[in-house]
C-alpha cells in the first residue's frame, strides 16, 4: 500500500507523520520526499478499519492538507521510465562505475554480444569495447565528456562518453560513465534525416492555441524515436490523426499503418487479428496473416488500449518483452518489428490503481506519452478548425464554403464541447446540410445545452442554509460534469482533493448514466 501525503512546509512534520505509523506497528518498506514536500509512503497492505484510522490520524496532524492513496512511489515511476526508455533506444548504451565494470546496459548491448545479461554485468568495459583505453581516463583528474572512434563485436563505431557526476556540496564525484555507440549505418540515417526536407504531417491541425502547440512541438520530436507511444485525451480530440502522423514523420513512414480497436473486438477475434494462425487451425485450409506481419517496418495502433481484456495485456506484455510471438495453431517463433502506438480516453494510472490494467504493461506502453487537450481548452483552434470542417463538408456536398456570422463565432468558441473536434463537426454538418443562404448563424448550431448558468435564491426561500448550498453544489457539479467527466478532471477544475469531487458526485448520484451529454 502507498500513500501520498500533501502537506506544508513545516519543521518536524515528516518526524510526526513516522511517529504515528510506529504507534500502529507499521513495517515502513519506503519513505520519499519529492520537490514539491510531498511525503510518499510504502507499507505493507492494513487491514479496512485500521487503514481508516490511520488515514484520520494523518489528516489531524498539523500541516497537512491531503492524504490518499497512490498506485506507485515517485522512484519506482521513474526507474521504470528510465528502464523503459533505454530499452528502446536502437543503439547500445552501457553504463559503468569507476573501475570501468559494466553495471547496465540495454537490448541492443546484449543482441551484440550473444550473451546472458548475468554474464555482462561485472563485465570490464575494456573486453566489451577497444580502441580507447577507458581505464585512463576514468584515473585522469579531469574528466571530460568526449567522443571517439572504437571497436564493437569488431567493427566501428563512434562512442560519446559522458561522465557521471554526483554532486556532494560544493563539489562533484565521479560515479562512473556512460557509453553511447552509433555505427556508421545508424549515423548515416540519421544524416539522411537531417538533410530531409521537413514532413508535413502534422500541417493537418489546427494548433494556434499554446496548448495545442505544445502537443505539436512534443509529437515531432517523438515521432523521430522508435519508441513506444502512448496517446491520452478525451472521446473526439483527434488521438488518431495525432498517431498516424507520428507515423507519418518517422523512420517508419515507409511501411504500414495498422490500427486495431480493441473495444470492438471479443478476445478470441482480437488475438487471431493480431497474431494471425497456421494453416489448418480452426479447420481453415489457409493461414492468415496478423496485424503484428501486416506492421512490419510500420507502426501498430492499440486504439482504446484501456479497454484491453486481462488476458490479452498478457500477451502483448510478453510480446513486447520478447519481441517475439507465434501464430495461433503454429509454434514457429516470429520476431515483431514495429512501433507500438496506444491510445485510450481513460486515465491508465487510474485503471492501473483500480486493478483493470497491468502496471507492468503501463510502464512498457508509457514510455513517451502525449495529452490532446479537449476541445474547451483550445479556444483559439476553433474558428480555424470549424473552417477547415466547413470547407471539407462543402466539398463533400458540392457548394460553396459557407461563412460564419459573427455571433455563430462567439457562440462556438463559448461553448464546452464535451464531445470536441467530433461534436464539433457532427454539428457543422448539420448547420450546413440544413443551411438556407451563404452564412451559418448562431441559430443553425443545435448542440445540448452546457452553459453554467448563475441561479439567483429568492430571500423568501423555504429550507436551512445548508439544504440551500448542497443544492446549489448538486446543480454546479452537474452543470460542470459534461465539460469535466472525469473525478480528477472536475477536481483539478474546482480546487478540490480527486476523493472529495468523488464522494459528492457519489451523493448526489452524478455520473455518466444520469447526466446527458
Not at 519513505?31 to 514536500?37: F, L, Q, T, V, Y
Not at 571517439?148 to 560513465?177: H, M, N, T, W
Not at 517496418?297 to 488476458?311: H, I, K, P, R
Not at 459534461?482 to 473525478?487: I, K, Q, V
Request: charged share 25%; net charge negative.
Amino acid at each position: 500500500m502507498r500513500l501520498e501525503i500533501s502537506c506544508e512546509d513545516r519543521l518536524g512534520i515528516t518526524q510526526d507523520v513516522l511517529d504515528i505509523l510506529t504507534d500502529y506497528h507499521i513495517d515502513l518498506r519506503g519513505i520519499e520526499i519529492d520537490a514539491m514536500g510531498k511525503i510518499f509512503l510504502d507499507f505493507p497492505t492494513i487491514e479496512f478499519t485500521d487503514f481508516q484510522v490511520l488515514m484520520q490520524k494523518l489528516r489531524r496532524v498539523d500541516g497537512i492538507t491531503d492524504v490518499k492513496t497512490t498506485p506507485f512511489m515517485p522512484i519506482q515511476r521513474e526507474r521504470n521510465q528510465l528502464r523503459a526508455i533505454l530499452q528502446t533506444l536502437p543503439d547500445p548504451v552501457l553504463s559503468i562505475d569507476t573501475h570501468g565494470k559494466v553495471i547496465l546496459f540495454n537490448d541492443a548491448v546484449k543482441r551484440g554480444l550473444e550473451l546472458e545479461a548475468k554474464d555482462i554485468i561485472g563485465m570490464h568495459i575494456d573486453e566489451v569495447i577497444t580502441g580507447f583505453n577507458f581505464t585512463k581516463w576514468l584515473e585522469g583528474k579531469e574528466i571530460y565528456a568526449q567522443t571517439q572512434r572504437v571497436k564493437f563485436i569488431e567493427q566501428d563505431y563512434i562512442a560519446d562518453l559522458l561522465p557521471v557526476d554526483v554532486p556532494d556540496s560544493d563539489k562533484s564525484i565521479l560515479a562512473g560513465a556512460v557509453v553511447m555507440l552509433k555505427s556508421e549505418v545508424r549515423l548515416g540515417q540519421q544524416m539522411t534525416i537531417f538533410h530531409r526536407s521537413a514532413s508535413n504531417s502534422f500541417d493537418a491541425f489546427d494548433a494556434h492555441s499554446n496548448a495545442m502547440k505544445k502537443v505539436i512541438r512534443e509529437a515531432k520530436r517523438m515521432s523521430e524515436l522508435d519508441g513506444n507511444i502512448l496517446i491520452t485525451g478525451e472521446t473526439g480530440t483527434g488521438k488518431e490523426q495525432l498517431a498516424k502522423a507520428c507515423h507519418d514523420n518517422s523512420r517508419r513512414s515507409e511501411g504500414e499503418f495498422v490500427s486495431v480497436n480493441c473495444a470492438s473486438l471479443p478476445d478470441d477475434v482480437l488475438e487471431t487479428e493480431l497474431f494471425g494462425y497456421a494453416p489448418g487451425a480452426f479447420k481453415q485450409e489457409n493461414g492468415k496473416s496478423g496485424l503484428f506481419e501486416q506492421a512490419a517496418g510500420g507502426t501498430l495502433l492499440f486504439d482504446e488500449v484501456s479497454e484491453m481484456s486481462a488476458q490479452l495485456q498478457a500477451k502483448l506484455l510478453r510480446v513486447l518483452e520478447y519481441g517475439t510471438y507465434h501464430q495461433v495453431g503454429d509454434s514457429r517463433v516470429k520476431s515483431i518489428d514495429c512501433r507500438i502506438i496506444c491510445t485510450t480516453c481513460k486515465d491508465l494510472a487510474d485503471c492501473v490503481e483500480e486493478g483493470s490494467f497491468r502496471e507492468d504493461l503501463y510502464y512498457r506502453l508509457n514510455v513517451l506519452s502525449l495529452v490532446v487537450p479537449p476541445l474547451r481548452e483550445r479556444k483559439a483552434d476553433i474558428v480555424s478548425l470549424a473552417n477547415r470542417i466547413l470547407l471539407q463538408h462543402s466539398k463533400k456536398l458540392g457548394i460553396e464554403v459557407p461563412k460564419l456570422s459573427k455571433s455563430c463565432v462567439e457562440y462556438l468558441q463559448g461553448y464546452p464541447w464535451p464531445g470536441n473536434i467530433r461534436q464539433l463537426k457532427n454539428a457543422l454538418y448539420r448547420a450546413i446540410s440544413l443551411m438556407e443562404g451563404s452564412e451559418i448563424t448562431k441559430e443553425a448550431i443545435q448542440v445540448p445545452s452546457c452553459s453554467a448558468t448563475v441561479t439567483y435564491i429568492d430571500e423568501n426561500f423555504d429550507g436551512t442554509l445548508e439544504q440551500e448550498v448542497k443544492k446549489f453544489e448538486k446543480d454546479m457539479l452537474r452543470r460542470l460534469y459534461p465539460s469535466y467527466p472525469s473525478t480528477r478532471q472536475l477536481a483539478r477544475k474546482l480546487g478540490l482533493s480527486h476523493t472529495a469531487i468523488a464522494n459528492k458526485l457519489r451523493e448526489y448520484g452524478i455520473n455518466k448514466t444520469t447526466v446527458k451529454y
